[in-house]
Every structure is written in C-alpha cells, then in structure tokens.
C-alpha cells in the first residue's frame, strides 16, 4: 500500500497516478476543505503525529510514502522524514515546478525564511506591505505588523475560518482582503499597489510566476521565502509521469504495468548529454529532460565518447511492460557544430529513412517524428543560450540494431526503409487498459517466439521476475513475460501462439486463489478463501493445531511462516494449480514454480501433455 499526504494540487495529482493502479491507497490532508473523490483510497483527515504514521504504516502493510504536500508544510516533513527513518521505507517528492530565480533582477529579494524576511522589512521601516504568504505565516511578521498595522495587508482565503483566525491572530478585518483558489489569477489584478510584497516561493501551481509579474507591473518589491530544503534521499520529481516512474522504481509490485520511455525520449536524452559534452559541460550519471508536457524527468546515460568534432552519448532503451522490440536497445546520438545555421537532424545507423509520403515527415529525411524533433531542438538550444556558438547544430541519431529491429516492425509496410523510427508523442510509454494488457501479453509472446525462444517464462512481478531470471539465465529477456492477474487469459495466449513450452512462476497471495478455480487473481475479482486453504491443509496431512491457526491469517504471505517450507502443503498447493492451468493450456508443457517473498523456490512441478 502507498500513503500519500496531500491537500494541495500535486496531491490530486497523486491521488490520480495511485488510481489507475486499482490497489488500495491512503490520502491524507491535514483539514477537510479539499474536495477529491476516491475510488480505491482511503481519506484520513487530521494531523499525524509520528507515532501515528508508523502506527498507520504498520497496520496498512505501507511499503512507500508519496510527500505531495505544501513545500512549506516544514512540521510534516519533518515528521515524514522521521519516520522513513525508522520504518526504513523510500519517499518520493511530489514537488512543483519553480522557475529559476532571478538573481539579477534587483526588485526581487530572496530570503533564506520567515527571520531574514522580516529582519528585511523591519530594516526597510514604514512601507506599504502586501502578504501573500498566507493565513498561518501571520505570527511570523507580527513585529513588523503590529508596529505598522495600517500599512498591512493580507491575503486570505474567502472563508470564515480564515477570517477567525486572523481576528485571533490580532488583524483587524479592514486589514484583510479575500481569494478565491480557483480565480488566483484575477484576483492579484484587483489588489492595492504596495512598496513591497511579500510571497513564498510556491512554485507554478502557487501561481509565482503571476506574483512576480504583478510585482513588476506596480513597480513593487518581490520578498521571496526561499522554499525549505527536503531530505536529499528523498526521490524528486515533477508531475505524474516522473510519479509514476518513480513508484514503478521503488515499489514495483504496486502496478501491474510498469511504464517506460519512447524512443524519441531516449534520443533527446542522449542529445542533452553529448551536446552538453561538446559545450565542455560535466554529464553525471543521468540528465534531466523536459516532456512535451513540460514535466522534466531524469534518464540514465550509459556511455559517452567524444571523437574530434563530434560528441555522441548512449542511451538504453527502457519500454516498461510495452511489447516493443526495441527495448534494451541502445539509442545513440551524436552531435557537432556545423557553420550552416539552424539544428539540422540526420538518420544514423539503424535509423531509417522516409520513402514515401503520408507520414508528415520530409520524404528523403530521417525517420525522427516531430515531437521527438522538438524535444532534442529544445533542449539544445536551452544549452546554446547558456553557450552561445556561430552556426548550427548536427544531431545523428543511431540505433545499432535497428535495421534488424525494423523488420519486426510496420516500418516495411510504411515506406521506412533502413531502421526504426524515433518516435513518441508524450515522452512515456504508458501501460495498457485490461483489454489492451492482455493484448500486450500476446505481442510480447510473439516477438518473444520471433526472436527464436522456444520456451515463455510467466511471472506476476517484479520480485518473481529476478527469482524466475535467476532460473533461465539463458532465456532472452523478451521471453520474460508479465501476467499480472491475468494467469488464464495468459495460459490460453500461449496454447493459441503454440508454444510448446511455458514455465511460470507464483508468489503464494496468487497461488492460493489460483489453486481454487480463479484464473483472474485480482483483488477485486477474488478474495483469499480460508476454508478453502485448510482443505488443502487437511489434504496435506498437516497438524490439527496447524489447521486451527489458519483461521487467524489476515495474508497469504502468512503461511510461509505458519507451515514449514519443507511440508508436503506446497506441493498440494501446486497440484491445484497446475490442474486450474491445464484448462487454459491443455498441451506443451508446463512447468510451475512457487516462490517465496525472499524470492526462493519453495516448490515446483512439471506437466507435460501431447
């Protein structure tokens, strides 16, 4: 399960990620003035203590912690920092987009927190001072405010809670002007003129751009609170795509599918750190690069080389569980000043070139669509106006493989001769609908037989993938496909496609509604059956007293602790799936393996039938 605190629009966005997952969730909001519907979260209002979130943690079996709550909210950062500590759990940063401060803009002063800030106006004396920073942040100017009262405004929210508080605070109604969250915008345009206002630095989604910009419009003085720093442990991203990679990093099995990059992301990647190396710039272990959707997110690079004129990086290619050939290809891009202006694309090796019209793209050209063009031209010439150069700029994109690649692909048919095209509209190659899942299911075990495996080796997941790896270190990695829940739709894909061979591997949760008749094992679908389990532990010969406990599990997982690996139970266990198995999957042979959660083999079974 994932606890996600929020309250602020980058908890929506959370919220919106973790609900395409179909798992459960926790939302929690320090008050209940957000409005947001869940379908499979659960809404804790109120604060949370530490002693409250590890007691949360460990009943609801949390394995991640998503922080989407407001930059300032120091105290439950505080807390949440704490107790990733203890609980020794990975936290991702849901933060905002800031824009880069404007250190040479003079009307713009940044403080490092509340004392410089109001050290700053107390230093400036009697001035027209407009707050932004919100109803809680009063008590930290009430020197300044309580000197000058009637040279103080402030900004709060359009409720009578606020106007409370800030009467309990000490702030005269007449001090108080009101917004409303959604009409941020025109609401600064109807704001008294001051000498000097004072905001946080709360990012794009706090509407800073819009601060500054009315800031100069009235001649006025920006005072900006420098955002807290955060854990730098913590995992950082910006939006709901580098959310999702994210979770898909640190809790692998919370999603069935896991998402990956497009090519064209791939290939901007590689562009960014060879033409970051050709302007004698350090590339670190990845680059960060910005979606077409604006959200930046951060690639690996695997190599880079620099050879006379010319800097090219490696990028490896990562598809997630899309059924795409070229995962785990290198995507290589090669950049060098030319005198001719302007940034000018050319097909490498293994990239191919466009024959026939009809694609929107240049016939005679490289096969490089236009938003993969726009990403790499972006991202260039953000790094020539840092460095500026005569001429233009060459960008070669490579893919080794791809001539081989491409014949596995529509490229033929398409008039795209050569190679693969580089390609992607939104950066990401994101998982599929049910409908579209299983369809994956088939196209993956296709390019798996096209590519000459002769065997399929199923898991659910992350974790039974390594243990099932560590079992075929020969299979090529397209053989390894995910079933997620879908075990007997799966099964039946392979009798369809013939394979003649099929091992699978199972965790205990799915093993125990599998081996009672259900080939959809999601929880939505089916439940753990007790009654069910302690026929199988009747049928095992296991103890009375063992049999009685039973009733007492709360997860599968349980009864690798309860009975010993080594009894006959697991092996029962099998016995019924592989029977629920043969149904789907009547002929070839199957072998099946139930692993543990520390990714041992407890038990395994061959059926071979003509």
């Known amino acids: 399960m994932i606890l996600i605190f929020g309250g602020t ?10 609900e395409e997952a179909e798992k459960p969730f926790i939302y929690s909001t ?50 949440i920092e704490e107790v990733a500590i203890t609980t020794q759990l990975n936290v991702i940063r849901l933060e905002r987009n800031y824009a880069e401060k404007e250190q040479n803009n003079p009307n713009i ?51 009578d809670s606020s106007r409370n ?11 108080l002007i009101f917004f409303n969250n959604e009409t941020q915008d025109e609401d600064l345009n109807r704001l008294p003129v001051p000498d000097i206002i004072v905001s946080k630095e709360s990012g794009s989604s706090g509407y800073f751009e819009n601060k500054i910009k009315f800031a100069d ?61 050709l302007c004698g710039l350090t590339v670190n272990e990845k680059v960060s690069i910005k979606l077409p959707n604006g959200e930046p997110i951060e690639i690996p690079v695997k190599e880079i080389r620099k050879e006379g004129d010319r800097c090219s990086a490696t990028v490896i290619k990562v598809s997630g569980d899309d059924p795409d050939v070229t995962n785990g290809e290198e995507i290589i891009s090669s950049v060098r000043f030319i005198q001719e202006e302007g940034i000018h694309f050319k097909a490498g090796k293994g990239v191919g070139t466009v024959t026939l019209p009809g694609l929107g793209l ?47 692909t529509f490229n033929p048919r398409l008039g795209v001769v050569g190679g693969i095209s580089i390609i992607g509209t939104s950066g990401i190659v994101k998982p599929f609908s049910h409908e579209a899942f299983v369809s994956s299911i088939k196209k993956e075990m296709q390019v798996a037989l096209a590519l000459g495996e002769k065997q399929i080796i199923l898991n659910s997941g992350a974790r039974s993938e390594k243990t099932m790896k560590e079992l075929f270190p020969q299979a090529l990695t397209n053989a390894f496909v995910h079933y997620g829940n879908y075990i007997g739709e799966t099964l ?32 939505r679908k089916v439940q753990m059956n007790l009654e069910f389990i302690k026929q199988l532990a009747h049928e095992s010969l296991c103890l009375s007293e063992t049999i009685e406990r039973i009733d007492k599990l709360v997860m599968a997982r ?12 697991y092996n029962t266990l099998l016995s019924h799936c592989m029977d629920v198995c043969r149904q789907f999957y009547p002929h070839g042979t199957l072998n099946l393996y139930l692993i543990h959660d520390k990714g041992q083999v407890i038990a395994r079974q061959t059926n071979s039938q003509t």
Request: aromatic share 8%; proline share 7%.
């Open 9 to 18: 629009t980058e908890g929506r966005i959370a919220v919106q990620v973790a």
């Open 30 to 79: 320090f008050g209940p003035e957000q409005k947001i519907e869940l379908v499979n979260g659960r809404r804790h209002i109120g604060p949370m203590e530490p002693e409250n979130m590890i007691d949360c943690i460990r009943k609801n079996n949390v394995q991640l912690i998503i922080d989407a709550a407001h930059p300032f909210a120091k105290n439950l950062h505080k807390n």
């Open 109 to 159: 002063i940044y403080t490092t927190g509340y004392p410089e800030a109001l050290a700053y106006l107390l230093k400036e004396g009697e001035k027209q001072v407009l707050f932004l920073t919100g109803l809680h942040t009063i008590p930290h100017f009430k020197e300044y405010w309580e000197k000058y009262p009637k040279r103080c405004t402030f900004r709060v929210l359009d409720r």
């Open 165 to 175: 508080e800030a009467c309990e605070y000490g702030i005269k109604p007449d001090r």
């Open 217 to 277: 419009a009235a001649g006025a003085k920006l005072l900006v609170v420098s955002r807290p720093t955060l854990p730098k442990e913590w995992t950082e991203v910006f939006g709901p795509y580098g959310l999702r990679l994210a979770i898909d990093r640190l809790y692998p099995d919370f999603f069935d599918l896991h998402c990956g990059y497009t090519t064209g992301s791939c290939a901007t990647a590689a562009t960014k750190a060879a033409m970051m190396t």
């Open 362 to 408: 240049p016939v005679g050209g490289p096969a490089i669509n236009k938003v993969p063009k726009e990403m790499m031209t972006a991202e260039v010439m953000g790094l020539l106006k840092e460095h500026p150069h005569t001429g233009g700029v060459e960008i070669t994109v490579s893919v080794p493989s791809g001539e081989e690649l491409a014949n596995k």
């Open 492 to 523: 039946a894909l392979a009798s369809e496609l013939d394979v003649k061979e099929v091992s699978m591997g199972l965790m205990i949760g799915k093993a125990v509604k599998l081996a009672e008749g259900h080939a959809d094992t999601h929880s």
């Open 558 to 569: 349980e009864l690798l602790e309860l009975i010993p690996l080594s009894d006959p139970f």
